[in-house]
């Protein structure tokens, strides 16, 4: 007979479960229900966790319901097994020149302490990254949190590419928001979470969203929706802001790509189109990495309202904590990708920025006066794609009155530069399954955003953690040997846009 306990509003029960093999050893799991707003759902105990994958929040955006904003899912009657991922969104594989994935991809996964305190634990939301048209939740590991920290993680899928960020407000009244379907997107799951963490003993008064790269900027434009109110109580923005938030005019030069790629005219025929030919053209029109800045969130008046700094200064989440950062050469990553960044000119960095591109390529030919062309590069293009924009948003939102955490990630090992996501194994460590990090390093960054989701003041090395300003510029710096800095000067060029790329009417 099944074992039934009461856990807070959600009615859990413990079965018995099937017998797996691990490290050639025969032990039996044991399966975990809940219930939740819509049903029961039953996950698995792994590790040292319980964990629910493939768990929907929101109606599969099918059908007519397809380039609209996110449903609240139906109630199911029977109990839902959720122990093996769900679908990733629709997205172009450039390895094998076709799509994968689907549009029924709105789930999450919760990975829960098995044995924990009965206080309600704080909760970490994962939003991944991939230039907002590649990647999943189960990315990283729910375990580096779960396992040892007393915190539940939980991952997120989210509508991608043009799925997730086509403009269509021209078309129609109910497509008004489609150009914010992927936010909207992780906004509902962070409803979901506020409505039913607490069956999984989680404080939804204690959740943090966590987001890098595209991630991050997600991150960010979910903290300038006024859609977000009263979901989340902290930030983590690893390597992004609110420079993804694209002007209408841009997202439908972007649509006409796609449009004159597909041979159709009309933007309403998207709408009926198979998936695969809209990812397939998406694949096209993006051109490899350079299309990072193609597809994200837009200026529709609804779901983002306005100029994102401005919303902060106006409308903004005071009492709030953000811990946010970059890498040390952002850069590197993507120069890698598309080695003409080396040597930049007009072409290529149209091809990035759109029609901000003269503002790099004056920057880089006055940086040339004192450095060699790839350093120039490299310098030059690691501030105008993230680090001018992380610090335009941590000195908007201290000038608030939230505490900011600022960083910068510099370890270099084995002559590896710290580019573009390289901290990410320090975050996510899992000391039995990491590989090739500094251990030491690693188990210091963990630690340091552990207590930060924990709300506690954070120290690393026995150095407590400053608040960041714009008169204190302290930015802690995670190398060998980890320390505070104070920087003299933050790389700005004030004419230049919020948004990263930008495009004009005749491009």
Known sequence: MAHFTKKRSGLKTILPGILFLTFNCCSIAQTTVVKISAGYIKGITEDQSIVFRGVPYAQPPVGDLRFKAPQSH???????SCIKFGNIAAQ???????????????????????????????????????GMTNGSGRGENGHAFSDNDGIIAITINYRLGAMGFTYLGDVGKQYATSGNNGL?????????IKDNISAFGGDPSRVTVMGQSAGAKLVSAVSVSPESKGLFKQLVIESGGVQCIRDSGTAKLIRKRMLDTLGISNAADLVNLPTEKIIEAQGKVLSGAQGTNYFGPVDDGMVITGDPYQYINQHGNPKIRILMGTTKYESLLFMKFDPRLYHPDSVVL???FGNN??????????????NTADTAAIKVLTQYMYQMHSYRLAEELAQDGNEVLMYRFDY???????????????????????????SVLAAQVHSAWVSFIKGENVQVANQAWPNYNSTSRQVFIFDQTPYIKNLNHVYNDPSFPSACFVLKQNN
């Open 357 to 370: 591109y003269p503002y790099i390529l004056s920057s880089y030919k006055q940086a040339l006066n004192h």
């Open 350 to 352: 149209k091809g990035w």
């Open 412 to 438: 270099t090992k084995d002559g590896t530069a710290a580019t573009h996501a390289q901290e990410l194994p320090y975050v996510w460590y899992l000391p039995q399954k990491a590989k090739q990090v500094d």
């Open 74 to 80: 139906l109630p199911w009657a029977d109990t839902l």
């Open 184 to 192: 909207q997107d992780c906004i509902m799951a962070l409803k979901w």
């Open 92 to 130: 172009y594989d450039g390895g094998q020149k076709k799509m994968i994935g689907s549009e029924d991809c709105l789930t999450l996964n919760v990975y829960e302490p098995a044995n924990h305190a009965s206080e309600k634990m704080p909760v970490i939301v994962w939003i991944h990254g991939g």
